[in-house]
């Protein structure tokens, strides 16, 4: 099991509401990743942290921003949540040794916004 | 640019059979491999992986087979139970460049009883 918290898990909010989703990884990982993902539909990276106060944009373009001040933690922001923000929010952090890299991810958060 | 594709979209096998996924990936560079497995309202979950100096690799009741020649990456799961029911992603990883995961799209399993 991978230690990595999403929290909410399912939010329901009206749109021009300003929310922040919730990523902790307590595995001391230095990359973290954000990925939006519609049902059982492919993974879209928007936001990853190469370490503490690095962030970067992912292929899909998103309205979203991120901040990495800590390690273990990596919050997503919607200044101004819209219906097509609707979709699941994937947290994963990642850590390379021998080659390989593997990216663990949270249980997710699932945004509805009316 | 890279891509990774599933050939089928859905998969139905009967309870007890084999079933194999596969996965078509289009980066020469990439020279490491994943397969996770997502079930209903979870987020994927680490199956098995692959690197690139390897053709097989073999887990509990799943292998891995990687074929680079034609770019091709396959998942077998034996014996297959109603647990195995979810969604498969295969994801690889460049060498290169920001050496991010890209994940293709996924198949739906499903497991007949």
């Known amino acids: 099991e991978a230690d990595i918290y999403q929290t909410p898990r399912y939010l329901v909010i009206g749109t021009g509401k300003k929310i922040t989703l919730e990523c902790s990884q307590t595995m001391g990982h230095d990359k973290m990743y954000w990925y939006q993902q519609d049902p059982g539909m492919e993974l879209h990276l928007i936001h990853y942290?190469?370490?503490?106060?690095?962030?970067e944009k992912g292929d899909l373009s998103s309205e979203s921003t991120v901040s990495r001040i800590r390690t273990e933690h990596f919050p997503l922001t919607l200044e101004s949540a819209r219906p097509s923000h609707t979709s699941q929010y994937l947290c994963?952090?990642?850590?390379?040794?021998?080659?390989?890299?593997?990216?663990?991810f949270g249980p997710g958060t699932r945004l509805l916004v009316l | 640019g890279e891509s990774v594709g599933l050939h089928l979209p859905t998969l139905s096998v009967q309870e007890g059979d084999n079933s194999i996924i596969n996965c078509a990936y289009s980066?020469?560079?990439?020279?490491?491999f994943i397969w996770y497995k997502q079930e209903s309202g979870k987020g994927p979950q680490f199956i098995i992986d692959?690197?690139?100096?390897?053709d097989k690799r073999q887990g509990q009741r799943v292998t891995v087979l990687l074929n680079k020649t034609v770019k091709h990456l396959s998942l077998q799961i034996a014996a297959t139970q109603p647990g195995d029911s979810a969604v498969y992603f295969c994801a690889e990883r460049s060498n290169q460049g920001a050496q991010k995961l890209v994940f293709g799209q996924g198949t739906r399993l499903t497991i007949n009883p």
């Open positions: 942290s190469y370490g503490v106060n690095s962030t």
């Open positions: 980066n020469s560079a990439s020279d490491y």
């Open positions: 692959i690197r690139s100096n390897m």
């Open positions: 994963a952090s990642s850590e390379y040794s021998g080659g390989k890299e593997t990216q663990y």
